[in-house]
């Protein structure tokens, strides 16, 4: 195998291990993990061969992102999924001030509705601007909304820390969003 392309190589497993597993004929458990055995097998038997070693460089340094953790020999996406699992995260009280990237054209379903899932598990928060700036710029000209976490969390609202940073939530209503 010639050099692997550590970025779109972890994006496919995000993809795998966030929404499609059966794109490579694997399930995930509850939680979201699966063998790392079983999805190294799956991935050859789909033309996408990747070593364990590869997989393990890619895990410990191959994206800024941070996008899947392993413990022992098993392997899920640290959050972003649309297929139901239960990734286990106790609540946690949040800082102050999060922030979530989007775009204008997306603004005024978001002052009506607040921030949803969109199709995902949780609606994902950043602890800086700068994350979120590069979040939203994924699909246009970026907007920086920030989110009064600590009082939504004393109205009682949930929140969740990723192994990957990233802050989860349900939802976010319009009355705890600033522009």
């Known amino acids: ?33 699966i063998d790392i055995g079983v ?39 640290a959050q972003g999924h649309s297929v139901e ?21 997306v603004l005024d379903r978001i002052r009506a509705e607040g921030l949803r899932p969109q199709g995902r598990t949780h609606v994902h928060l950043s602890t800086d601007r700068e994350t979120a700036t590069r979040v939203g ?5 970026p907007v920086i909304l920030t989110v009064d976490a600590a009082g939504m969390h004393r109205a009682g609202h949930a929140f969740y820390l990723a192994a990957n940073g990233v802050w989860l939530t349900d939802a976010v209503p319009p009355q705890w969003l600033a522009e």
Not at 5 to 27: C, M, N, Q, W
Not at 85 to 103: F, I, K, M, N
């Open 1 to 33: 195998m010639g050099t692997v392309d550590l970025t779109r190589t972890s994006k496919f497993l995000s993809y795998v291990l966030r929404h499609h597993p059966d794109a490579i004929g694997v399930e995930l458990d509850a939680a979201g993990w």
């Open 39 to 77: 999805l190294l097998d799956a991935l050859a038997r789909h033309g996408r061969p990747l070593t364990r070693e590869t997989l393990d460089r890619l895990v410990a340094d191959g994206t800024d992102k941070k996008r899947l953790e392993v413990a022992g020999d098993r392997i899920r996406a």
């Open 85 to 105: 699992v239960d990734l286990g995260l106790p609540p946690a009280p949040p800082p102050e001030t999060l922030y979530h990237g989007t775009v204008a054209a």
């Open 137 to 141: 710029a994924r699909r246009g000209r």
